[in-house]
């Protein structure tokens, strides 16, 4: 222990201290004492000194107590030669120079309430806002839990900045394959790491778990307001519990500061408050080391350590462990990619969106398939000009002892997120609807079609080891070749889908979750009954059934159904007592067959949308890919960003293909006799099934009421047309939520 960093830290904290006492006079001598003071959109006020003293910061006044625990918590400057004593002292110097700066956040957003992008996941690059500031709650409920439930081991506290922007983005890119958050604040000479990493081109935000808080050493606050904020939300710990909260992170939150560049005064004022916490400080250069441990699992503060193993040394230190599954391919690989955009300016090339692109996964037998073998037919990505949208089609096939035909479905659902964890490479949607974006930095490393291939195959064999032997892959570009397989894929997805044809609600206890889309939306749980398919389409009951065999603690899990609430409108007690714990208390209940009243939630990649068409006194419904105008006056694109996030929006609900032709399609409004517009390549593409819904519901010339943009897209073409066709919707009861 060194009675140097002790000197320094402890000048810090009185440092800090004094400034935002005389911060405070000039603003209290500004503005009255019961000005509001916030840190905005959260329930947690000053997170820290919330947490740690229970005390409520709302107003200029409430500084006054806060203020006075940081004059106590000062220790007296450090006069002798000594040993171990001054780590207690030491750490409430610590606590001091962290309180101070909350407070110090607090007076900024106060007076410069546009510092901050606040209340947002993303800078403002376009006006050079690049910080973030303190997470609103509802960016800390998102991402906070993935603290707790493992997607996510810690963070990486950076402080400063690095010599180059090289190292900047080398170290950083590190700790996202290793899947930490990192958490950038204070700066080194007027240059930070954030600014390097922008100027490297790297993609910053929460979406990517690089997180910008701000440019001092201050709004390193924000790191420990969000990890306490975790132990009292996901936690259970009380405010005022100090020692419970610092307990929960040190055993549970794996965090770290890395310093680099000079460590003056104030950092370490910062540094040594962490250690309270039991996140330790590793650093790039020459400051005096903190070694016994005691309060962090190994050492507090290591010195001096070289950029190429300051990662390395970093996890060392706080006693992290990682899996990183070695995946041979020329671009990082983890979930931490998996929000990652592709955005029109850093596109090389697309499957998809106005060309075919599909997937299939077969069961093959085992001495068909070669394990491991990828095989690109047609040009590949080196082959193909910047700019290029080319079919594709994505052809797995898949051996095993125990393999079942059952599983395929299952196993073509994970395309979409194994592939979207490649960095650099985004992929929305499943089976005849995906869209695969490649970027230009992508390309640049060298990335080819294969290297999906490559993915899939070490994923399926570490993800499904019971069940899988053999893996192999097959990508098809020419328009004829993906057509072959559209076409073969779309009959073995009518198969699917017609497994569950005569199977009721009714006929069956038990249902089963989804939560497969949770990393996109949050609070997002599907329930997949045996009329209500999943609403990507990709999953319905029985491949939720096959689904729990394979992994009995997966994302399907069984609910029994329980006491039936509503009839009509489909609701059980059983599934609301699930959806409420599975979307963490934020879901207490919906209905199955209702868009009018508490419908089911909605995630990003269901296949289509429906909608209340209130002068129609019935629905439309519209699919992912019609891109026009809709009579409810928003496109799809429009509609599922506005509640693809897990929300249950009444008036819309997100639903798949299949489910229009199911007989609880919406029977709580009326069922399908409600449905009076969908585009016309939807309408085609279920014609078989809707002309036989037609017959059954007594309307045989049903499938010729329906409108679709040929007939208009605005609510009066489409009602002028209902009249004159005699669409049942016009003469049922009104249409009402
Ligand atoms: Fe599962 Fe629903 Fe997502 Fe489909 S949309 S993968 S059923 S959570
Ligand atoms: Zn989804």
Redesign the pocket.
Known sequence: MSKLVAFAAIQGAYNMVSKVEGRYKRVLAANSADTKVEFPNTAYYLPVIYSLTGIKVQTLEDFKKPLDICRKLLPPHVKRVNHLPYLGPLLDAGMAALFASELEEALRILEDPNFYVLGSEEIDDANNRIWLGPADDTVFRKRGVEFVDGSAPGFAAIVGAAPTIEIAKDIVEDYQRKNLYIFLAANQNGTTVAEQLIEAGVQIGWNTRIVPFGPDISSAVFALGFANRAAMAFGGVQAGDYRKLLLYNKERIFAFVNALGDVNAEWAAAAAGCVNWGFPTISDTDIPEILPTGICTYEHVVANVPHDQIVEKSIETRGLKVTISEIDIPLSYGPAFEGERVRKDDLYCQFGAKQQCTELVNMAEMNEIEDGKVIVVGPDIADMKPGTTSPLGIFVQVAGREFQQDFEPIIE?QIHHLTNYIQGVMHIGQRDIAWVRVSKQAVEKGFSLKHIGVVLHAKFHQDFTKIIDKVQVTFYTKKEDVDKLTEKARAEYRTRDERVENMTDEGVETFYS????QSFAPS?V?T?SPERT???G??NWMDCKASFEINPTG?NQPIEKGECLDTKLGQWKGVNEFVYKASRGNISHYNFYSLMIDPMTT?G??EAIAAVLPMCNGIMTVNRDYTGDTPCGMKFTTLAGQMGGGASSPGFVGHSKYNVTQRKFVAGDGGIHRLVWMPKIFKEEIKERLIKRGEEIGIPNFYDMIADETVGTTEEEVYEFLQKVGHPAVSMDPITG
């Open positions: 659902r989804c939560t497969l889309c997002h599907c997949v999943g609403l990507c990709a999953y994302p995630c990649c269901c």
